[in-house]
């Protein structure tokens, strides 16, 4: 891991111990060093680190005085660590908040730590209990995480909304996160030999195989990072770049989109964007309802209304 990587976890740590130094005062070198899981040396040198920290001009009276005779480690701290932190209503709601939601998540239900911070909270603000409740996730989150866990493929039969088409295929699963309310699972499909990003709510049927995850990372160009590529959103490199003039009116349904750029048109807007499939752009002009004018590539200019045409037809039918 690079020292880059690192200076994360080193940075939460040395900020935890140095509260915790202010609260205590004094501890031994071998409590801090099993309080934090680091050896004796590493504990030293983030106490060296520690030493030069402070506010603003940095004059010594806002520096931390650290002082370690044999095993045992004597802290001053400076005005800012030990003054007694203010909480606005605000901050205890959206902390509760993100408590609870975080008690709905399997594992942590029943984790005491959470649920003594939380009574605390709304017992201090005089709130009345705030429950929090997730929706359920979907059928086949679970067979994704064991594949996850035990590094195993997975086949999975998925519906593209982009394409309005199932597909069948394998993929080497590679991290699961929620994002925007939505589970999504990112992964290295061998059907179209790259990096694919899949919403978890629409694969219709996961199945683990026997088969340890290869992750093809020698048929991914130098430039195209596994981890980095553009194609975890969804779209492949295949898919169309397209222009559009939107209406200020309908702006919001666009922006929700990934966009390539965006430029002011007057009271709207000039976008571009990937399109993964006619279907999907289809869907989008239907959606702008002539509050939208596709201006490239200029062979699809008709496109949204050949799609109206069709569809009244089918009302008129009825």
Same mark, same amino acid.
């Given at each position: ?32 060093? %099993? ?43 400076? %005005?800012?660590? *030990? ?40 017992k201090a603000g005089n709130m ?27 086949? *999975? ?50 199945? *683990? ?10 048929s991914l160009e130098p430039s195209?990072? #596994?981890?980095?590529?553009?194609? #975890?959103?969804? #779209?492949?490199p295949e898919a169309t770049v397209?222009? !559009?003039? *939107? ?32 279907? #999907? ?6 959606? !702008? ?30």
């Open positions: 891991m690079s020292p880059r990587n690192k200076s994360g976890p080193k940075l939460t740590r040395l900020i935890s111990m140095l509260m915790l130094l202010a609260a205590k005062g004094t501890m031994s070198l071998d409590d801090l060093a %099993q309080r934090f899981h680091v050896n004796t040396d590493e504990l030293i040198s983030d106490l060296e680190l520690a030493a030069c920290c402070g506010i603003p001009p940095y004059t010594p009276d806002s520096l931390l005085e650290i002082v370690v005779d044999g095993d045992i480690v004597y802290v001053t701290p400076g %005005q800012e660590l *030990i003054r007694k932190r203010r909480v606005s209503v605000r901050d205890a709601l959206e902390f509760i908040l993100a408590a609870r939601v975080m008690q709905e998540l399997p594992g942590l239900e029943d984790n005491d730590i959470i649920a003594s911070v939380v009574d605390k909270l709304e009345a209990a705030i429950k929090a409740h997730l929706e359920q996730p979907p059928e086949s989150i679970e067979t994704v995480r064991q594949a996850l866990d035990r590094g195993l493929q997975l086949e *999975i039969y998925y519906y593209s909304l982009s394409r309005d088409a199932m597909s069948r295929r394998v993929v080497d699963p590679v991290s699961l996160s929620s994002i925007g309310g939505q589970w999504y699972l990112d992964t290295y499909c061998h059907l179209a030999n790259a990096p694919r990003r899949f919403r978890v709510s629409r694969i219709h049927e996961a199945i *683990i195989l026997d088969t340890k995850v290869c992750n093809g990372l020698h195209k990072p #596994f981890s980095t590529a553009s194609t #975890f959103v969804g #779209f492949s397209v222009t !559009l003039k *939107i209406d200020a009116k309908v702006m919001p349904i666009v922006e929700a989109l990934p966009l390539e750029s965006i430029e002011q048109d007057g009271d709207g807007a000039i976008v571009t964007m990937h399109s993964s499939g006619k279907v #999907f752009l289809e869907r989008l002009l239907m959606q !702008l309802a002539g509050y939208g004018e596709l201006l490239d590539p200029p062979e699809l200019a008709t496109l949204g209304r050949e799609c109206a045409v069709r569809t009244l037809k089918r009302y008129i039918m009825k």
